[in-house]
């Protein structure tokens, strides 16, 4: 299904008549759209779309600043996930057979790698993770449960 769809010819095509790809149209009855290479896109012309466009030119310094942190940020996550401790790369360190198993061990994997990154946090700030509720023991309210029998079955009611 995938490999289908991916298939150069289960793409959409539209069938350009033989005459005019042999003797395209002159400039000046193009579309508008079509007789210069760029176009310009101001704020609100997109609609509901506006809230993908980028206000900084492409490869400007300004975009390289915006973007390069980011960038540098989650190439090293990627250097992180693929190195010798988790590497998510190598199908040996995840044996499970099928799609399914695959993603939720790569998911374990990814956590894992949350964990280390989180306690080597810790370690070069010197700080202690904050308890949170789980830590800490319930609340039994001053009653104290009944432990089961010898043979491991609680007692009746």
């Not at 695959?102 to 990814?110: E, P, S, Y």
Request: charged share 25%; net charge positive; aromatic share 4%.
């Amino acid at each position: 299904m995938r490999s289908t769809a991916a298939h150069p010819t289960a793409k959409p095509t539209v069938p350009i008549d033989p005459a005019e790809r042999l003797r395209p149209l002159p400039k000046t009855q193009l579309p508008r759209s079509c007789q210069k290479p760029t176009i310009t896109i101001h704020p609100g012309d997109l609609g509901q779309r506006d809230r993908y466009r980028q206000d900084l030119r492409h490869l400007s310094p300004s975009w390289r600043d915006a973007f390069k942190p980011i960038r540098a940020n989650n190439e090293g996550l990627n250097g992180r996930a693929k190195s010798h401790r988790i590497d998510i790369s190598r199908p040996e360190k995840r044996l499970a057979h099928g799609r399914v198993a695959q993603t939720i061990l790569v998911a374990l994997m990814i956590c894992t790698l949350n964990l280390q990154i989180i306690y080597s946090w810790h370690l070069t700030t010197g700080t202690q993770p904050a308890p949170t509720d789980e830590d800490t023991c319930p609340k039994t309210d001053g009653i104290v449960p009944t432990p089961p029998a010898v043979n491991g079955i609680p007692p009746p009611r």
